[in-house]
């Protein structure tokens, strides 16, 4: 016969055992609850009373509102939160139960409106899901997306590809020739130098430095050597001067323009709990800004939202000066679901909310490019 101490082991597991699966019912019906109100929110549209304008979406990949205080507490306030127009909170949470969101997800959300779990790019289960880039194409605008790292990254994919997996990187460069996007800048040119006559054939010409993208005529595939902070043009151009090379090549286009800006790399610096690199990399997302609202001001009838996908590193920051910052900072090494900000520029018809979801930001971004 089993012992008393025995059964009570056993009825201990049991009940721990069942207090797990009610976890997981009770989280799965919220995360399913989240999704579908958001998925059924207005038919996916977003009531929006102005005209059509160019929309420059600017993303920090992994900066949360810490990264922002500390990169102020590292070089004095930054332009994008001392000029915006309006600003607020972003809510981040993919279909995903179990933990924060990937930037696949992250960027389908920014990029479509809608919900998908993370690792998938600009679909869920098969079913395709259009971009805002889509949308600009079908209007007849010119479309451009910019990353620091390769545009086979998450997020630029996100923006201009459809994968049931954020790895294929050969399917999301298909889908890219393939989409008729006027305009891409990254880096990793190691990885796009051997394909060169690939996308040549797809009708891009083939640029490994700023002044080749510059002097290119029609659809222009730029693959840079690097895009660092403070970049010095050639094939390591800063963020800013690609931001300023898009645009003038995009405003072009009489019908209007979309361009996709990423900085990739705030995200990969705190996965390294690199807070110095982080912070260097916020700043060159804020010289980008601060050229894109300038060719804004001066295009007029543009729309400029700078934000991030998800938050990295899980950043604490308790108002530490500039010689107190240093990476144990950091609680983690991957993403938090801590909500994000977002900032607005531009002279816009619409009612913000304090705290919106990340697909509200895609979805009015939607009615905007279609008015």
């Given at each position: 016969m089993e012992s008393g101490r025995k059964k009570a082991v056993k009825i201990t597991a049991l009940v721990l055992v069942a207090v797990v699966i009610a976890a997981v019912v009770v989280l799965s019906g919220l995360a399913i609850a989240r999704v579908v109100e958001i998925d059924n929110a207005e038919n996916y549209a977003i009531e929006y009373g102005g005209g059509r304008m160019n929309v420059i979406f600017m993303i920090g990949d992994g900066m949360g509102f810490n990264h922002v205080a500390a990169a102020e507490a590292e070089y004095g306030e930054l332009f994008f939160t001392g000029n915006a127009d309006v600003s607020g909170e972003v809510t981040t949470f993919s279909r995903n139960v179990f933990g924060p969101t990937d930037s696949a997800a992250a960027a389908t959300a920014l990029a479509t409106g809608r919900k998908t779990g993370n690792g998938q790019i600009g679909q869920y289960n098969g079913k395709e899901f259009v971009s805002l880039s889509e949308t600009a194409s079908d209007e007849g605008m010119a479309v451009g997306i910019i990353a620091t790292e390769g545009v086979d990254g998450a997020t630029p994919a996100g923006f201009s590809a459809h994968t049931s997996s954020r790895n294929d990187i050969d399917g999301i460069l298909e889908d890219q020739l393939a989409s008729g996007i006027d305009l891409f800048f990254g880096s990793n040119a190691e990885r796009y130098v051997p394909l060169k006559d690939k996308i040549e054939g797809a009708g891009y010409?083939?640029?490994?430095?700023?002044?080749?993208?510059?002097?290119?005529?029609?659809?222009?595939?730029?693959?840079?050597?690097?895009?660092?902070?403070?970049?010095?043009?050639?094939?390591?151009?800063?963020?800013?001067?690609?931001?300023?090379?898009?645009?003038?090549?995009?405003?072009?286009?009489?019908?209007?323009?979309?361009?996709?800006?990423?900085?990739?790399?705030?995200?990969?610096?705190?996965?390294?709990?690199?807070?110095?690199?982080?912070?260097?990399?916020?700043?060159?997302?804020?010289?980008?800004?601060?050229?894109?609202?300038?060719?804004?001001?001066?295009?007029?009838?543009?729309?400029?939202?700078?934000?991030?996908?998800?938050?990295?590193?899980?950043?604490?920051?308790?108002?530490?000066?500039?010689?107190?910052?240093?990476?144990?900072?950091?609680?983690?090494?991957?993403?938090?679901?801590?909500?994000?900000?977002?900032?607005?520029?531009?002279?816009?018809?619409?009612?913000?909310?304090?705290?919106?979801?990340?697909?509200?930001?895609?979805?009015?971004?939607?009615?905007?490019?279609?008015?």
């Open positions: 010409a083939f640029a490994q430095d700023l002044s080749q993208a510059q002097a290119a005529e029609g659809k222009v595939f730029a693959a840079f050597e690097e895009v660092p902070p403070g970049g010095s043009g050639g094939t390591k151009p800063s963020l800013a001067s690609l931001t300023a090379a898009a645009i003038e090549k995009l405003s072009a286009d009489e019908d209007g323009f979309f361009l996709m800006v990423e900085e990739s790399h705030i995200d990969k610096c705190s996965h390294s709990n690199d807070l110095a690199g982080a912070l260097e990399h916020v700043k060159a997302y804020d010289e980008a800004v601060r050229t894109a609202v300038e060719y804004a001001e001066r295009i007029g009838n543009t729309l400029v939202i700078v934000t991030a996908d998800h938050e990295t590193g899980g950043l604490q920051y308790n108002g530490e000066t500039a010689d107190m910052l240093n990476d144990g900072m950091y609680t983690r090494d991957s993403h938090s679901s801590a909500n994000v900000p977002y900032f607005v520029f531009g002279d816009i018809d619409y009612e913000f909310a304090d705290v919106m979801d990340n697909t509200w930001l895609s979805r009015l971004c939607r009615a905007v490019l279609s008015a």
